[in-house]
């Protein structure tokens, strides 16, 4: 009897080894192994990233209306770009904060909100999701994926706080943002 439960805890600790070497990946200080950049195809997209100091890189989408917006057009007002989905749990969680945001700092602060349309069923879901949670932001409608991979919006959401400058002020914020994280990183806005 000792024998068996003794070969059952070898066999154990082999099998939790097999596991550990197999899902955990001991290469995790390497930037290398940090993410994997999906190009979608037919589309040539800098993927180097987008760090604090630089300039927010330009993009010009259409909105759920059919209007078009460009970030340039932005310029000297603070702007906070969420990229995110109808399908992601956080982002819904987050949608009523930034409409909170918008309807308290309109004339402060610009949304654009990011839509992963590339990732969405149809434009309808979209425009259900709008409709459900009455918000009122500008929706940019990304059908290519090439703006969210632009901005290395890996996980959903990701945000992004552009100063007056155009300039990218504040480290990028994965997961959602409850409204007194929005309104800190506004105030530290330029």
């Not at 995110?84 to 909170?100: D, F, K, L, V």
Request: proline share 5%.
């Amino acid at each position: 009897m000792l024998k068996r439960i003794l070969g059952l805890a070898i066999i154990g600790v082999l099998l939790g080894i097999i596991v550990y070497n197999t899902w955990f990946d001991d290469t995790a200080g390497d930037p290398e192994g940090d993410g994997i950049f999906v190009q979608p195809d037919g589309v040539d997209i800098d993927t180097d990233g987008v760090e604090v100091g630089d300039m927010a890189p330009n993009f010009k989408l259409q909105t759920l209306n059919g209007e078009e917006a460009e970030l340039a057009d932005f310029r000297g007002q603070k702007v906070m770009i969420n990229f995110w989905a109808t399908w992601c749990p956080p982002c819904r969680a987050e949608m009523p904060h930034m409409q909170e945001i918008h309807e308290e700092y309109d004339d402060e602060v610009v949304i654009l909100a990011v839509n992963a349309t590339s990732q969405e069923t149809s434009h309808d879901t979209v425009q259900d999701f709008i409709d459900e949670l009455q918000l009122t932001f500008p929706i940019l409608m990304d059908e290519t994926g090439e703006v969210n991979v632009r901005y290395q919006a890996l996980s959903l959401p990701t945000t992004y706080f552009v100063n007056t400058e155009g300039e990218l002020q504040i480290p990028r914020h994965v997961g959602p943002l409850s409204y007194d994280d929005m309104v800190r990183k506004i105030e530290e806005l330029d």
